[in-house]
């Protein structure tokens, strides 16, 4: 597939205008002319190239791009410049989707946590631009605080990291937010939610459960952030017919 036509399709599904986002969202590195083989990850690094290089992939696509973090250069010297010339090397083009694949409705990390939860989605919130972010969901009646933690020990392969269950007995509105996502308490404590799901925490958040009587619980940045790239890689290869893969180098924080 030409590499423009693959661009068009991502940003036709993705809507990434859409978003105000501090990172690059859509083509970072052009390296190829077409696409014929894709690896999806969370995070770009060093072990996501190998594996693309082990697969023949001429094209990455993660949740986090060079530049996501904090302090990260994009100037492309010393270990960024490495990479770039890696994957010019090799014929690799770099794509990156942050928020969009955090909002889709489909394929984003909030709609399909909410699934893995056997919740019904019900309204965005979080809104960053023209779109929501996060996603509120609801069962269809209340559930007990032991079954909402059993359900999000189901839903994650390695289950919750933290919980802090200050909160109602009874859960029935959740507000789902992955990564660091728990930014968005308060407005979800607003719009009605019990308990809120999210991925890294700052040392506030226990406190702020605790004063607030409120349900949150953590299941780790990487972790809640596995869902879209790996549902994205299944989109891709049944409505483009083009191989592509989830690899997943885990990350516990």
Not at 95 to 109: K, M, Q, R, V
Not at 127 to 147: N, Y
Not at 207 to 230: D, Q
Request: proline share 4%; glycine share 10%; aromatic share 10%.
């Amino acid at each position: 597939m030409e590499l423009q036509n693959f661009s068009k399709w991502l940003d036709e599904l993705l809507e990434p205008a859409a978003f105000q986002d501090y990172c690059t969202n859509g083509l970072c590195v052009e390296a190829s002319s077409r696409i014929s083989r894709v690896v999806t990850g969370v995070s770009f690094r060093d072990a996501l190239i190998d594996a693309a290089i082990e697969r023949n992939a001429d094209c990455i696509l993660v949740h986090h791009p060079n530049g996501f973090w904090k302090n990260e250069s994009r100037i492309p010297v010393g270990r960024y410049g490495e990479r770039l010339g890696r994957l010019f090397r090799h014929g690799i083009s770099l794509y990156g989707f942050h928020l969009p694949l955090d909002a889709h409705p489909e394929i984003g990390n909030n709609a399909l946590i909410a699934k893995a939860m056997q919740m019904n989605p019900v309204q965005g919130f979080m809104q960053e631009g023209e779109k929501s972010v996060g996603v509120i969901a609801e069962w269809d009646f209340a559930i007990s605080r032991q079954e909402f933690l059993d359900r999000a020990n189901a839903a994650f392969e390695h289950g919750v990291q933290n919980a802090f269950l200050f909160g109602s007995e009874k859960i029935k509105r959740v507000g789902i937010c992955s990564g660091s996502g728990a930014s968005g308490m308060d407005e979800a404590i607003r719009l009605g939610c019990e308990a809120f799901i999210t991925g890294e925490i700052k040392e506030a958040v226990p406190i702020a459960c605790e004063e607030g009587r409120f349900n949150l619980i953590s299941c780790g940045h990487h972790r809640t952030e596995i869902f879209g790239v790996r549902a994205l890689a299944e989109k891709m290869e049944r409505e483009l017919k083009i191989p592509a893969t989830f690899v997943d180098f885990d990350n516990p924080i």
